[in-house]
Nanobody, 117 residues
């Protein structure tokens, strides 16, 4: 049974920082591209950042220079360090695992991030 469990969300003032964590189980971690998506109220879910097994990263333009994604393959975990948070970063953040061969997606339950102005 595949499980992605996020933690680390919360309420923070603009300019503050949060670190999201996602613990994976039930998957061959090295075969999956790991990513973080977010969904703001009334908006579609969007990719924030992702990272390949080899460590190659991509970022959504609005978070470049503020967010950093990383992964620990030994711990089967992926992280999102968020600095310089803005109110527009508010949303539910979802951990995603995309199988590198089949492109099948697995999702976590989401963690709420709220940035107050």
């Amino acid at each position: 049974q595949v499980q992605l469990v996020e933690s680390g969300g919360g309420l923070v003032q603009a300019g503050g920082s949060l670190r999201l964590s996602c613990a994976a189980s039930g998957i061959i971690f090295g075969l999956n591209r790991m990513g973080w998506y977010r969904q703001a109220p009334g908006k579609q879910r969007e990719l924030v950042a992702d990272i390949t097994n080899g460590g190659r990263t991509t970022y959504e333009d609005s978070v470049k220079g503020r967010f950093t994604i990383s992964r620990d393959n030994a711990k089967k975990a992926v992280y999102l360090q968020m600095n310089g948070l803005k109110p527009e970063d508010t949303g539910v953040y979802y951990c995603n695992a995309k199988h590198s061969i089949t492109a099948y997606d697995y999702w976590g339950q989401g963690t709420q991030v709220t940035v107050s102005s």
